[in-house]
C-alpha cells in the first residue's frame, strides 16, 4: 500500500468514525510525547533506569511512554521537567 493509500484511508476511516478519529488522535499525541522524553533521556546520557530513578518513576513507567503505549498525564509530564530542570511547553498549532 502507498503512503497516498494510506493516507486517503486514514482519511476515511476519521470521516466514517469519530471513535477512530479520537483514536488516531491520541496516538499522535502519544507518539510526540514519546519521541520528547526518549529525546530529553539520551540528551541527558541517562538510561532509562538511571532516567527513571532521577524523575522519580517506576522503569516500567519510563519505557511505556517511550514506548507510546500509555498517555502520559500532564503531572508526570511535569515531573519530569521539574526534576531535569526543564521547561514543559504544551502548544496548540
Known amino acids: 500500500m502507498t503512503l497516498k ?3 486517503d484511508y486514514i482519511q476515511g476511516r476519521q ?3 469519530p471513535e ?9 499525541i502519544d507518539l510526540e510525547i514519546a519521541v520528547a522524553v526518549r529525546q530529553l533521556r539520551t540528551n541527558l546520557g541517562l538510561s ?9 518513576k517506576p522503569q516500567s513507567t519510563i519505557a511505556r511512554i517511550e514506548a507510546g503505549a500509555v ?3 500532564n ?19
Do not use: M
Request: glycine share 2%; hydrophobic share 45%.
Open 71 to 73: 498517555t502520559a498525564s
Open 48 to 56: 532509562q533506569r538511571a532516567f527513571a530513578e532521577l524523575v522519580g
Open 15 to 17: 470521516a466514517a468514525s
Open 20 to 28: 477512530f478519529a479520537q483514536a488516531y488522535d491520541q496516538a499522535e
Open 75 to 93: 503531572k508526570t509530564l511535569a515531573d519530569i521537567a521539574q526534576k531535569t530542570h526543564k521547561q514543559l511547553r504544551i502548544q496548540f498549532v
Open 5 to 7: 493509500r494510506v493516507d
